[in-house]
């Protein structure tokens, strides 16, 4: 950089040459320059030095010559250059070193702004996903509302059916109750009958099988009566022939001895006709099956069903068992008194001629 030795006017030379001289002796940049170094003081020429970068002698020589000509006068005119640098370089340190602290506190304040930049992308993120988690909380809502609406109305149904299920129940068990209870009477009935019926089927077997022995030994009584009787009627024709021929003859026959032969053949006969119509005869005993009372029918209501008289009970008129073994035995043994037509005499027996109570 030149030096300060430049021809520079003295005192107040500039206040008798013309501005438009200075103007032109100055349009050079190196006369300017030289002329600016040389009113500045050695702060002044330290600081052009610290500020020269080529473009300085460029602003000067075009843009602010005249003004930094007259600044630079007026501080030499006035003797305060070198306060004014130093102020200026004062005013420069500090500015320096506010400047220093603004980009220091721009750097603290760009660090924490990029740090709140990332917390709020944080935070918004984390807003985002809340709002995502809220939105879905939400669709969740009011799927459980619309399915706890849903679960309500068809619990209500269900409440409703099972309320008319347990009043249908209700009458379903009542009906029941009724119908057990008809059953159970029907089932008494049934098993009674079917206890009466076994019953009957029993005496009806042994009434077929007394039936059947009667029959034989009907059959051999009688082949026994017509042989008796052809005998007899034989005898019979022999004694006439034997009386004729006795009178014929002449002969005397014993005839008292011979009608009483005849006489009790005879009897003998007729016994053996009362003990036929006894084995067979037109009426028959049977018995009520509950309370045991015995009755006595015509023949033609065996194996039908009557009721009895003192209990109402309707049972099968079957004839007795007993009865007829008791009159077999009679016959074959040939007792007198079911000869003679005598009845043994029987208690708790009813004798009807016909079926009253049925």
């Given at each position: 950089?030149?030096?300060?030795?430049?021809?520079?006017p003295d005192?107040?030379?500039?206040?008798?040459?013309?501005?438009?001289?200075?103007?032109?002796?100055?349009?050079?940049?190196?006369?300017?320059?030289?002329?600016?170094?040389?009113?500045?003081?050695?702060?002044?020429?330290?600081?052009?030095?610290?500020?020269?970068?080529g473009g300085?002698?460029?602003?000067?020589?075009?843009?602010?010559?005249?003004?930094?000509?007259?600044?630079?006068?007026?501080?030499?005119?006035?003797?305060?250059?070198?306060?004014?640098?130093?102020?200026?370089?004062?005013?420069?340190?500090?500015?320096?070193?506010?400047?220093?602290?603004?980009?220091?506190?721009?750097?603290?304040?760009?660090?924490?702004?990029?740090?709140?930049?990332?917390?709020?992308?944080?935070?918004?993120?984390?807003?985002?996903?809340?709002?995502?988690?809220?939105?879905?909380?939400?669709?969740?809502?009011?799927?459980?509302?619309?399915?706890?609406?849903?679960?309500?109305?068809?619990l209500e149904?269900?409440?409703?059916?099972?309320?008319?299920?347990?009043?249908?129940?209700?009458?379903?068990?009542?009906?029941?109750?009724?119908?057990?209870?008809?059953?159970?009477?029907?089932?008494?009935?049934?098993?009674?009958?079917?206890?009466?019926?076994?019953?009957?089927?029993?005496?009806?077997?042994?009434?077929?099988?007394?039936?059947?022995?009667?029959?034989?030994?009907?059959?051999?009584?009688?082949?026994?009566?017509?042989?008796?009787?052809?005998?007899?009627?034989?005898?019979?024709?022999?004694?006439?022939?034997?009386?004729?021929?006795?009178?014929?003859?002449?002969?005397?026959?014993?005839?008292?001895?011979?009608?009483?032969?005849?006489?009790?053949?005879?009897?003998?006969?007729?016994?053996?006709?009362?003990?036929?119509?006894?084995?067979?005869?037109?009426?028959?005993?049977?018995?009520?099956?509950?309370?045991?009372?015995?009755?006595?029918?015509?023949?033609?209501?065996?194996?039908?069903?009557?009721?009895?008289?003192?209990?109402?009970?309707?049972?099968?008129?079957?004839?007795?068992?007993?009865?007829?073994?008791?009159?077999?035995?009679?016959?074959?043994?040939?007792?007198?008194?079911?000869?003679?037509?005598?009845?043994?005499?029987?208690?708790?027996?009813?004798?009807?001629?016909?079926?009253?109570?049925?």
């Amino acid at each position: 950089m030149p030096s300060n030795d430049v021809n520079l006017p003295d005192g107040n030379a500039t206040d008798t040459r013309d501005s438009p001289e200075i103007i032109s002796m100055l349009r050079e940049p190196a006369a300017a320059e030289k002329v600016l170094l040389g009113l500045l003081g050695p702060d002044d020429t330290k600081i052009m030095q610290e500020y020269d970068d080529g473009g300085l002698r460029q602003n000067l020589s075009y843009h602010a010559l005249a003004a930094c000509l007259h600044f630079a006068m007026w501080l030499r005119e006035n003797g305060e250059s070198s306060l004014a640098s130093r102020e200026r370089d004062e005013a420069r340190a500090r500015v320096a070193e506010l400047e220093e602290k603004v980009r220091n506190v721009e750097e603290i304040m760009k660090h924490q702004v990029q740090e709140y930049k990332s917390k709020l992308n944080g935070l918004q993120n984390d807003v985002d996903q809340q709002r995502q988690k809220a939105a879905f909380c939400e669709r969740k809502w009011k799927q459980q509302l619309a399915l706890h609406q849903e679960k309500s109305t068809r619990l209500e149904e269900v409440l409703r059916q099972l309320v008319e299920a347990n009043s249908n129940l209700a009458k379903d068990t009542q009906s029941l109750d009724v119908a057990r209870t008809r059953i159970e009477k029907l089932t008494g009935a049934l098993t009674r009958t079917r206890k009466l019926y076994k019953q009957a089927e029993v005496e009806v077997k042994k009434v077929q099988q007394d039936c059947e022995m009667d029959r034989i030994l009907g059959e051999i009584e009688k082949e026994e009566r017509v042989k008796k009787r052809i005998a007899l009627t034989t005898e019979l024709e022999l004694v006439e022939d034997f009386q004729n021929q006795n009178q014929k003859e002449g002969g005397i026959m014993p005839t008292l001895e011979l009608n009483k032969d005849v006489s009790k053949q005879v009897n003998e006969a007729k016994n053996v006709d009362g003990e036929v119509e006894a084995q067979h005869p037109s009426t028959f005993w049977t018995r009520c099956h509950c309370c045991n009372v015995r009755y006595k029918f015509s023949r033609v209501h065996v194996n039908h069903l009557l009721r009895c008289q003192a209990c109402s009970a309707a049972f099968v008129a079957t004839e007795e068992v007993s009865t007829i073994y008791r009159r077999r035995h009679l016959v074959d043994t040939g007792s007198q008194v079911t000869a003679s037509g005598r009845k043994p005499p029987d208690h708790g027996m009813v004798s009807l001629k016909g079926p009253g109570g049925s």
